[in-house]
């Protein structure tokens, strides 16, 4: 089995993936790290130099890459993997989705340290950062709503997260 973790930067897909790796012992795929070893540059690098459209469809090849060399594994995915061609279907078609839902005030409040190093809130001032994912979570919403299962993360800490989804699994 392979669950699938999908939500907006800062949801806590990363250190959620961790968790439930160790705890059902199955390895962690994820899909920026394979995108940036496959282009031998970072996402910011790849975004940078190659732009947006490049990144896109180079998710879209590695997505379905993994998907057809793996059976079992946590896949976490980049906040925009889901709203991009048809990544949602082929996502529900092959693994266990979920939907790390967190609130607007949570993302700025985890976001915030780290905006240079986010491509898409790196040009951003910090007071500009609360309106921008607002704006961003109202359009991506409709996609990250179509996986199987959603969890709100608001106030939890990775394994609270983490035993939500082997619950559910």
Not at 60 to 76: D, K, M, Q
């Amino acid at each position: 089995m392979i669950i699938t973790l999908v939500g907006y930067m800062g949801s806590g897909k990363s250190h959620v993936a961790k968790v439930l790796s160790q705890k059902l012992q199955l390895k962690i795929i994820d899909l920026d790290r394979e995108i940036s070893l496959k282009n031998k540059m970072t996402i910011p690098e790849i975004f940078a130099k190659k732009g947006e459209i490049y990144f896109r469809k180079q998710e879209r090849e590695t997505l379905h890459a993994l998907l057809n060399t793996y059976s079992a594994g946590i896949l976490s995915l980049g906040g925009g993997t889901p709203c991009f061609y048809d990544n949602m279907e082929t996502i529900n078609q092959s693994t266990e989705s979920f939907f790390l839902r967190a609130s607007v005030g949570t993302l700025v409040t985890r976001l915030s340290p780290q905006m240079d190093k986010r491509p898409l809130i790196a040009h951003l001032n910090p007071e500009d950062l609360p309106e921008f994912i607002a704006k961003h979570l109202f359009e991506r919403n409709v996609y990250y709503s179509k996986a199987k299962f959603t969890i709100t993360t608001d106030g939890k800490a990775p394994e609270q997260v983490a035993d939500e989804i082997w619950a559910l699994v």
